[in-house]
């Protein structure tokens, strides 16, 4: 579960990052993926549920390729996306088992035939309810991303301040 960080700085912001990219690309690389590790971290103190499963899904990817960057980060599990995003009545919705097994993890009911009826009665309140979103990813991509642009911005600040000295 991936969501685009599309940079809003203004068109000289973008310019300069292209540029930076040609000389730096290993290290703008870097630069951007450690503001995707800034997000996960934050959504991860934000997942409200079950966080095994989408903890352990987490991902991040770095390619650079002929000057282009790309940077990705997010979460593999569908888990993590119904969590974050939410899900409408009659929509695929965890088993009841998987709800029993939770509930046993996280303390809510001991007995395991006590879990099992709590799990169906969740999973069909679920099923025919939906599940209300979270948010937990979406918010922290969106909170973050001045800070991303602003440390961004100063990275090319100071690689291209590096490149004007080598000129000299």
Excluded at 5 to 30: D, S, T, V
Excluded at 71 to 78: A, D, F, R
Excluded at 133 to 150: A, C, G, H, P, Y
Excluded at 153 to 161: A, C, S, V
Aim: charged content about 30%; aromatic content about 6%; glycine content about 6%.
């Amino acid at each position: 579960m991936a969501k685009a960080i599309n940079l809003i700085g203004n068109k000289q912001l973008k310019r300069n990052m292209q540029q930076i990219a040609k000389h730096y690309p290993e290290q703008l690389g870097k630069a951007l993926l450690a503001e995707i590790f800034k997000i996960l971290r934050i959504s991860n103190r934000r997942i409200r549920t079950d966080t095994g499963a989408t903890k352990a899904s987490q991902y991040t990817e770095l390619e650079i390729r002929d000057g282009k960057i790309t940077v990705e980060g997010g979460y593999k599990s569908n888990v993590a996306l119904k969590l974050d995003q939410g899900t409408n009545p009659g929509e695929e919705h965890p088993s009841s088992q998987a709800i029993a097994e939770w509930a046993i993890r996280k303390n809510i009911v001991s007995d395991p035939d006590e879990a099992k009826t709590f799990g169906y009665f969740v999973a069909k309140k679920i099923e025919k309810n939906g599940r209300e979103e979270d948010l937990f990813f979406t918010n922290s991509v969106n909170e973050q991303r001045i800070s991303l642009e602003k440390e961004i911005g100063e990275f090319i600040i100071r690689k291209q301040n590096e490149l004007a000295r080598k000129v000299k």
